[in-house]
Structures are given as structure tokens and as C-alpha cells.
């Protein structure tokens, strides 16, 4: 280590500093310190949701520099009005980590009724959702998360987490397609009303 | 190909959940995005339960990334900026030839107070040099930054701010108009053993031009004189870390990377 690199007189936290808007207002315009301010934010939240969802270190790298990059072309593309930029930032993340884990996985074990392609789509911008409300914590969610009937909880996690498409599921779970879908639904209708976010008004689903 | 079925508003609702959670196979997200993008009804009920599952985002553990992962994040998005994958770079790119003549004459001293103002407040900032009794190597960056302003003071230069991962790294390169380059950066790890660092010109898609090597000793300054193929606005210097000497390639990891820009065009 060379002794002109002394220890930084300060070091940029969260409560200083520019918000997450104004960051992303940089990355549309090119600025690349604000690509650098944005990822220190965020990195270790991406790299986590990566690994988690790829149990591959090197491709959770690939899907954290892929998510970035996606943000940094696609800035201008964030919609305040339809979640926060974290939101936003680490749905990209989740995306593209079940889109890495799906490409790595041979193509035979898609679903036979498909139309046979063996690539998947382009990647596209996630389809993004706002939150139940602003500042929900780690420890809210896996309390709420802890309250949901252990089928239902299995159910969301693999739906989530595991990058299965839903006949993988059902096929894991040994349940008909009809089950996954109605636990998945009711346990994210229960994480919602635990969370706060007030009775649904419209996700009641077909008869 | 995109030979998905039609879907109704209630196939849709009751594709919902596994839709927001990212459970359903490409071709049935593709059902459903096109069947939103055409649907009149708003389909409330996926973002609501689309709410409930980014919740789920939250429950994650962090973790920390290789350090490695941010040069290379940030040399490809200096790429996009020069290359035009960046939307802004199109737009950078055409107040340029804009303004360039009128520009040369007018700004190229502003520019230069302006960029001189940067250096200042570099050398300034994070560093407390002359308290840690440092005056050599202050002096070593100070006359590699005045060689490189005077280069940049002639017509036809382009420079570019280096800079690294962490903020650890920082300087500047200048491109004369025969493709004469100044270096002067600091903050850079000592070379051990056959170490160099590689300056790097890209431009647009072309494979990376070596343009000179360098070791750095213990004070972490390179004060440096290389070779680009000319000087052209938009084109990436890096800088990496490599093995040994006379790489046709990078091999090592990028520690400081920028774009270079005609000084008059801003």
C-alpha cells in the first residue's frame, strides 16, 4: 500500500449526500460517479439477492454488473411514481439473477407444452412495483414472513427465490398447478395485510 | 418469436401471482406483458401483490461483492459512454461538433482554469500532504500534472479524468494532437516484481491500444509519457494492472479508467 493513500477524511454515508433520486438523475446523464456513488449504496444488497438466488458467486457477479449496467442504459426509464429507486435498482437484480439461473440450467427442463424455444426473450426492464410502504426493515418482513402457513411460506420462497418456473414447482412441491398458484397468491395477500399496506381491493383472483 | 397464446383478464389475474414473483416461463411472461400492454383494465391487482412480493427483496442477508467487481462495472459503463450505448452519449456527442470552433476560440482557457481548479481541490482533498510530510511526492504529482497542462493547452488536445473504484485513484491523461500522452495519477499500489500498469486507449468497438507501461514505487505517483494512436474525443484510457511488460491484451484488472473530451467543448 503506497503512503500517499492515507485513510479518507471522510467516508460518504447514506444520510448525507445526494438521494437515490438525484443519483439516478446522474446516471441518465452520463455521470459516471454517480453510477459509482449508486452502486457503493447498494452493492452489497445486489451481490446478496444475487447470490442468493444463483448459489454461484461468479454468476452472481456477472448478474450484479448485468443489473447495474442495465440501470446505467435504463435510467431514464425509472418511473418515480411506481416504487423507489432501491425498489427499482434491486428488482432489476432478482430479474436478471432468475433470468442467469435459467440460462445455466439445461434447456430440456423446460416445460414440454412450451413452444420450444431454447433461448430466452432479451432481457428486458423488470416489471416494477412500488412498495407496501416506505422504510419496511429487514426484520418487519421476516416477522411477517414468519407468521404465513409453512406450505404457503414454501410455496413464495421458491416462487421468489429459487428461479423455478411454476410447473418446476409444482413438480418440487407435488401439488397440481392450481395449489401453487392459490398459495402463492394467499401468502402474498397475508405478507401484505401483515406488512400494513390495508385490505387488497382488487387481487381476489377468478373464482 | 413471440407465438404465445392470447390471454384473457382473468388468465391474467390468475397468472398474478407467479407473474410478480418471477415464476412463470419466458414465454408466459411474455403472455402476460403483452396482454397489459393492450389491456384496457389497469390491473391493480398485480401491483398489489406485486408490493407484497418486493417486500421479500428486504429479507435478503448483504454481502459483500470481490472488489474486483467495481473497476470492471465501471470500465464497461465508461465503454457505453464512449462507444454511444449510453443515452447520453449521443446527445454529448452532438453539442460537441457543435460547439466546437466557436468553443476553441473562446473556452479553452476557461476549461482550463476550470480543470485546474479539479486538480487543486484533488490534491487538496482526502490527502493532507504537506502535514504527513509528503512534499516529494506532492512535487512528483505537480510537475506530471503541469507537463500535462501544458499539453492540454494545445489545440487539438483531449484529456481525460482517471479515476478509480474506491476514489483510492485519481489523475488525469492528456492525448496531444501527434497522440503524445502525459499521465499523472497517484494513489496508485506500489509494482511488485514484473509488475507494470497499462495505459489503454479504446475507441468504439476497436480492441484495446497499449500505449505505454509503467512501474509505481512506494509514494504511488506515476508521472508518465506514452504513445496514443492520435487524438480522438469519446475514446476510454485505462489503466490496468498487469502481470508483466509488453501485454498485446490487458490481462490484469482495471484500476482507473475515463473518457476523453475535447477541452473546448466544455
Known amino acids: 500500500m503506497s503512503d500517499a493513500r492515507l485513510e479518507p477524511a471522510t467516508v460518504p454515508e447514506l444520510p448525507t449526500g445526494p438521494t437515490d433520486e438525484q443519483l439516478l438523475a446522474g446516471l441518465a446523464a452520463g455521470r459516471l460517479e454517480a453510477l459509482d456513488a449508486l452502486y457503493e449504496r447498494y452493492k452489497t444488497m445486489a451481490y446478496g439477492i444475487a447470490r442468493r438466488i444463483t448459489a454461484d458467486d461468479a454468476l452472481a457477479e456477472d448478474v450484479v454488473q448485468e443489473a447495474f449496467l442495465g440501470a446505467w442504459r435504463g435510467a431514464d426509464r425509472y418511473v418515480p411514481g411506481r416504487g423507489s429507486v432501491k425498489t427499482w435498482l434491486l428488482s432489476i437484480v432478482h430479474h436478471r439473477a432468475i433470468d442467469a439461473v435459467r440460462r445455466r440450467r439445461p434447456t430440456t427442463e423446460l416445460p414440454a407444452e412450451e413452444d420450444g424455444k431454447a433461448t430466452p426473450a432479451p432481457l428486458t426492464m423488470p416489471d416494477v412495483w412500488g412498495e407496501v410502504s416506505a422504510g419496511i426493515d429487514r426484520e418487519q418482513v421476516n416477522a411477517a414472513v414468519s407468521t404465513l402457513p409453512d406450505a404457503q411460506r414454501e410455496a413464495l420462497e421458491l416462487a421468489y427465490w429459487a428461479g423455478l418456473s411454476q410447473t418446476e414447482i409444482a413438480d418440487r412441491l407435488g401439488v397440481p398447478l392450481g395449489t401453487v398458484k392459490s398459495r402463492v397468491r394467499l401468502a402474498l395477500v397475508a405478507l401484505r395485510r401483515e406488512l400494513g399496506a390495508g385490505p387488497l381491493e382488487h387481487a381476489e383472483g377468478p373464482p | ?266
Not at chain 2, 172 to 200: E, I, M, N
Request: glycine share 10%; charged share 15%.
Open chain 2, 1 to 266: 418469436m413471440t407465438d404465445h397464446p392470447n390471454l384473457t383478464c382473468d388468465e391474467v389475474r390468475d397468472l398474478a401471482p407467479l407473474f410478480v414473483t418471477g415464476a412463470l416461463d419466458a414465454g408466459e411472461m411474455h403472455a402476460v406483458r403483452d396482454h397489459l400492454a393492450g389491456c384496457a383494465d389497469a390491473h391493480a391487482e398485480l401491483a398489489e401483490l406485486g408490493e407484497a412480493a418486493t417486500a421479500l427483496l428486504e429479507t435478503t442477508e448483504p454481502a459483500e461483492p470481490p472488489a474486483t467487481l467495481k473497476p470492471r462495472l465501471m470500465a464497461a459503463a465508461a465503454a457505453d459512454l464512449a462507444e454511444g450505448r449510453h443515452p447520453a452519449s449521443a446527445a454529448a456527442a452532438n453539442i460537441v461538433s457543435l460547439d466546437k470552433a466557436r468553443a476553441r476560440r473562446g473556452s479553452r482557457l476557461g476549461w482550463l482554469l476550470a480543470a485546474a481548479a479539479v486538480i487543486a481541490a484533488v490534491a487538496l482533498g482526502g490527502w493532507n500532504i504537506a502535514l504527513r510530510g509528503q512534499l516529494d511526492t506532492a512535487q512528483a504529482y505537480r510537475t506530471g500534472v503541469d507537463q500535462a497542462l501544458a499539453l492540454a493547452a494545445q489545440p487539438g488536445s483531449v484529456t481525460a479524468f482517471l479515476t478509480a473504484e474506491d476514489g483510492s485513484v485519481s489523475g488525469f491523461s492528456v492525448v496531444g494532437q501527434d497522440g503524445t500522452t502525459k499521465l499523472a495519477v497517484r494513489g496508485l499500489a506500489p509494482t511488485t516484481g514484473a509488475q507494470v500498469y497499462t495505459a489503454w486507449s479504446i475507441e468504439g468497438d476497436n480492441a484495446p491500444v497499449a500505449i505505454g507501461d509503467f512501474t509505481v514505487g512506494p509514494d504511488g505517483v506515476a508521472v508518465a509519457t506514452a504513445q496514443a494512436p492520435d487524438a480522438t474525443p469519446g475514446a476510454v484510457i485505462a489503466l490496468t494492472l498487469e502481470p508483466n511488460a509488453g501485454n498485446q491484451a490487458p490481462m490484469g484488472p482495471v484500476v482507473a479508467s475515463g473518457v476523453t473530451r475535447d477541452p473546448a467543448a466544455g
